[in-house]
């Protein structure tokens, strides 16, 4: 049976959202390939400045509320995905799993600095992708079998 971006979307979401949560990757990284590949100076002149704002302690802090309404917005849509995908399955894994993304939603809100997001993205693939992983793996093995 062949993989569907429905059946997928819940660990994509993960693994994008874990992905966030490496701050440090993302404020190194932030749009490289633009600034690297592009020919289009108007673009790549913008988007420099984003990147020295992102990554200057000075005005950093403005972006830290948008960041954390991502990171939010993520974690909203993982847990109703993992709800309608995952609770006739195994509600008490996805009950499990829900908790785990609340308390990191609870500390993403409290973050008052974007190195506040540092451990949570061990967390967060310790607590959900992990988990939430393994019931997919169980969903696919029971459409095969």
């Known amino acids: 049976m062949p993989l569907t971006?429905?059946?997928?979307?819940?660990?994509?979401?993960?693994?994008?959202?874990?992905?966030?949560?490496?701050?440090?990757?993302?404020?190194?990284?932030?749009?490289?390939?633009?600034?690297?590949?592009?020919?289009?100076?108007?673009?790549?002149?913008?988007?420099?400045?984003?990147?020295?704002?992102?990554?200057?302690?000075?005005?950093?802090?403005?972006f830290l509320d948008g960041y954390k309404a991502?990171?939010?917005?993520?974690?909203?849509?993982?847990?109703?995905?993992?709800?309608?995908?995952?609770?006739?399955?195994?509600?008490?894994?996805?009950e499990k799993i829900v908790k785990s993304v609340k308390e990191i939603m609870e500390k993403i809100l409290n973050a008052q600095k974007f190195e506040d997001f540092l451990p949570l993205e061990a967390e967060f693939k310790k607590k959900v992708t992990l988990p939430l992983y393994e019931l997919y793996i169980e969903v696919q093995k029971r459409h095969m079998g």
């Open 70 to 94: 991502v990171l939010l917005n993520n974690m909203d849509r993982i847990i109703n995905l993992t709800i309608s995908r995952f609770s006739k399955l195994k509600p008490n894994e996805v």
């Open 5 to 62: 971006l429905h059946e997928a979307l819940p660990l994509g979401m993960c693994l994008a959202t874990q992905e966030l949560l490496d701050v440090k990757k993302f404020l190194l990284n932030f749009c490289d390939g633009i600034l690297l590949k592009s020919t289009d100076d108007s673009l790549k002149r913008r988007i420099s400045q984003i990147k020295r704002d992102l990554n200057a302690f000075k005005v950093q802090d403005k």
